[in-house]
């Protein structure tokens, strides 16, 4: 069985440019989430999904940060126009509905110079 | 808002020697996961603890979960080069699915 693929592994690019992440849940796997890790940082949630419907997304910073998940599977992150903070690895992980237990991808390191 | 603390947040250890890892958390926990990220890794699952009091074990890591439910520590007997890595605690409350991590803590191992 496959596990979570995240695309991207790494992205480079100036600040104020647009960039975004793709995420492939396990396949079966409802829920979905988005994670920012800074270095020496436990992951912070940014969204979760469950089927294609936002059921959290109150830590994203929504006047630059956007995601979809249109069909409830696969899913963009999104950021318009990055900033050097924003620098950092995105993580992506699946679940099951009702499951605590979450896998993740490898995630996608983004440097903003 | 739930806030997990874990320490230390590094340790060094010669191979061989115990390491023990805690996380506290600000508020009651309806369950507590484990989970391992190698350098350069992603964060990959090792345990669930749900019960107060609840012990587990896999090989040389023990898992504890508090009697109140708000700490838990991991436990590794003898360390071997393999374990290196930062070990995250990350707990949700009663009623939700989102995981709040502790910060880490991260294992050498000098062998």
């Given at each position: 069985e496959a596990g979570v693929v995240q695309s991207p592994r790494y992205k480079i690019i100036e600040k104020k440019q647009p960039v975004a992440f793709w995420c492939n849940p396990i396949s079966g796997h409802n829920t979905l989430y988005w994670y920012l890790q800074n270095l020496g940082q436990g992951p912070e949630l940014l969204i979760r999904y469950e089927n294609e419907e936002?059921?959290?997304?109150?830590?994203?910073?929504k006047d630059r940060f956007s995601a979809e998940r249109l069909k409830g599977v696969d899913s963009t992150l999104k950021i318009?126009?990055?900033?050097?903070?924003?620098s950092a690895v995105y993580l992506c992980a699946s679940s099951y509905i009702g499951e605590d237990i979450q896998y993740f991808g490898a995630g996608t390191r983004l440097s903003v110079l | 808002g739930q806030q997990v603390m874990q320490i230390p947040q590094y340790q060094h250890v010669q191979e061989g020697e115990d390491f023990t890892t805690y996380c506290n958390s600000s508020t009651t926990l309806s369950n507590i996961q484990w989970y391992k990220q190698r350098p350069g890794g992603h964060p990959v699952f090792l345990i669930q603890l749900v019960k107060s009091g609840e012990v587990k074990k896999q090989k040389r890591l023990t898992f504890q979960f508090g009697e109140a439910k708000k700490n838990s520590s991991l436990h590794i007997t003898?360390?071997?080069?393999?374990?290196?890595g930062t070990y995250f605690c990350a707990g949700s409350g009663a009623g939700s699915y989102q995981l709040t991590f502790g910060k880490g803590t991260k294992l050498s191992v000098i062998p």
């Open positions: 936002a059921v959290d997304d109150s830590q994203l910073p318009q126009p990055a900033e050097l903070g924003d | 003898a360390t071997q080069t393999t374990d290196v």
